[in-house]
């Protein structure tokens, strides 16, 4: 009787596994088991997938097809006739394992046993059954061996990317906040192996306490080590003074608000965000600066028709600065009210606010804004809101395809460590700030160097400030 010789395999891929599998069993293995096992790392982190598959290098049946059957010690005087044994398709936990089984149809009966004649009648006759025929594999199934493992849609790839970069994230975070939690138990050998002076520590965890990320805390104290010497590291006026250059070269911004065009033209700003973060009052503010300040025509359109107070709330900024407003209801009425506003150097388009999670909601949003065709497309952002809720929002109306951002309410939040964060992963500049609600005074051009020193102050970095 013939055995089965079973051989395990493991690759980084299943492709990687399946090529193991030919090479040493030959084209013609039948794969029994297929799972994906973890390996390597510590405690569960760092460790990665491979593949194992158990694979035979014959057929699965055939030793169940060529057994000895003991007959009845009755004598007998004539061979026995036995029927071919039936088999049932076999049943795979595994996908992998069933894609490479061979077909129902594949398993062909084996013909009728030969006659065996009998030396006597007290031995019992032993029929024997010829060894079946060599399985013929389907074309689907010998291409399976080959299958594609990479995601087959873009929305599925990007899904994966996605969550792997979230997993990379939240290691590299969880790794540096344990390194900072030594810092502050008196540990000054924990950034990266090397050694920390008493005014470094302090700045890795005073950008913590400003809620800072961990890991872009302890990248901009490495770029502020990296950047003094010994003498200047105990120094703690210097390690501050760097540490504020540091945070600004992360910080990018526009410098304000863009000069209109001074030519024949008209510059369209569309601002988009989610609902509670002062878009229409940021608009009033942004119409005001081009109308008394540098004296150029101003438009109004108003898509936000979901809700009559903002509608009211606009029209009323326009009555006392003395814009033209426009309402629009559908897409196709802001491409008029375009047309009507076509002698304004600046026009100016609110939008409805939208959650992040409703989908259709945010398509409807889309028309509008293609109706409108923006040269410039706003983001609006509150300073006050919770990071994840900033970082939801950013993710939701990138898709708008946003070229700055307007952080407001700057004045109500208590640290700005979540806010730079939030930008950092942007890598959209920051155009303007707002600080208040007074039109159109509380509103300033963004500077990198101005918001580096908000992120280091607590709790109110206006006040702190003098702003």
């Given at each position: 009787m013939a055995s089965m010789q079973l051989k395990t395999f493991r690759g980084n891929s299943m492709a990687d596994a399946l090529a193991e599998v030919k090479k040493v069993l030959g084209s013609e293995a039948v794969i029994l088991h297929a799972r994906t096992i973890r390996v390597g790392g510590v405690i569960g982190f760092g460790a990665k997938n491979q593949y194992e598959i158990t694979a035979s290098a014959g057929t699965p049946g055939a030793d169940l097809r060529q057994p000895r059957i003991a007959q009845s010690p009755?004598?007998?005087?004539?061979?026995?006739?036995?029927?071919?044994?039936?088999?049932?398709?076999?049943?795979?936990?595994?996908?992998?394992?069933?894609?490479?089984?061979?077909?129902?149809?594949?398993?062909?009966?084996?013909p009728a046993p030969s006659p065996v004649p009998t030396a006597g009648a007290s031995e019992s006759p032993v029929v024997q059954i010829p060894p079946p025929r060599p399985a013929v594999r389907s074309a689907s199934a010998r291409l399976a061996t080959r299958a594609d493992l990479k995601p087959t849609t873009e929305w599925a790839a990007r899904s994966v990317d996605e969550e792997l970069a979230s997993i990379k994230r939240l290691v590299g975070q969880l790794l540096q906040e344990q390194r900072i939690s030594a810092v502050r138990s008196g540990n000054r050998q924990t950034l990266n192996g090397v050694g920390m002076s008493d005014p470094l520590s302090n700045a890795l965890i005073l950008l913590t306490d400003r809620l800072v990320s961990a890991t872009l805390a302890s990248e901009l104290v490495g770029e502020v080590r990296d950047a003094l010497d010994q003498s200047e590291l105990d120094d703690e006026s210097v390690v501050r003074s760097m540490l504020l250059t540091?945070?600004?070269?992360?910080?990018?911004?526009?410098?304000?608000?863009?000069?209109?065009?001074?030519?024949?033209?008209?510059?369209v700003i569309g601002v988009v965000g989610p609902t509670g973060v002062g878009k229409t009052t940021t608009i009033a503010k942004i119409a005001a600066t081009y109308k008394l300040r540098h004296g150029k025509r101003v438009g109004l359109?108003?898509?936000?028709?979901?809700?009559?107070?903002?509608?009211?709330?606009?029209?009323?900024?326009?009555?006392?600065?003395?814009?033209?407003?426009?309402?629009?209801?559908?897409?196709?009425?802001?491409?008029?009210?375009?047309?009507?506003?076509?002698?304004?150097?600046?026009?100016?388009?609110?939008?409805?606010?939208?959650?992040?999670?409703?989908?259709?909601?945010?398509?409807?949003?889309?028309?509008?804004?293609?109706?409108?065709?923006?040269?410039?497309?706003?983001?609006?952002?509150?300073?006050?809101?919770?990071?994840?809720?900033?970082?939801?929002?950013?993710?939701?109306?990138?898709?708008?395809?946003?070229?700055?951002?307007?952080?407001?309410?700057?004045?109500?939040?208590?640290?700005?460590?979540?806010?730079?964060?939030?930008?950092?992963?942007?890598?959209?500049?920051?155009?303007?700030?707002?600080?208040?609600?007074?039109?159109?005074?509380?509103?300033?051009?963004?500077?990198?160097?101005?918001?580096?020193?908000?992120?280091?102050?607590?709790?109110?970095?206006?006040?702190?400030?003098?702003?």
């Open positions: 009755r004598p007998v005087s004539k061979p026995i006739e036995v029927a071919a044994p039936q088999f049932e398709p076999a049943k795979f936990s595994n996908p992998t394992a069933a894609a490479i089984a061979p077909s129902e149809s594949a398993i062909a009966s084996p540091r945070l600004a070269a992360r910080i990018r911004v526009t410098g304000g608000l863009t000069p209109p065009p001074s030519t024949a033209g008209t510059l359109i108003t898509c936000d028709t979901y809700r009559i107070a903002a509608v009211d709330q606009l029209r009323t900024y326009a009555n006392i600065i003395g814009l033209p407003l426009k309402v629009a209801l559908t897409p196709m009425e802001v491409t008029s009210a375009k047309a009507q506003l076509a002698d304004c150097d600046v026009l100016l388009v609110d939008t409805p606010g939208r959650a992040p999670s409703d989908q259709k909601r945010l398509d409807e949003l889309r028309r509008f804004v293609d109706a409108a065709a923006p040269r410039e497309t706003h983001l609006a952002l509150a300073a006050c809101a919770a990071e994840g809720v900033m970082r939801s929002a950013a993710r939701a109306f990138g898709k708008l395809g946003p070229d700055r951002v307007l952080l407001t309410k700057v004045d109500e939040a208590d640290t700005l460590g979540p806010a730079f964060n939030v930008l950092s992963e942007l890598n959209l500049p920051l155009a303007c700030v707002t600080t208040g609600q007074e039109v159109p005074d509380d509103m300033e051009g963004a500077s990198a160097e101005r918001f580096a020193r908000w992120v280091l102050e607590h709790p109110s970095p206006v006040a702190a400030t003098g702003a």
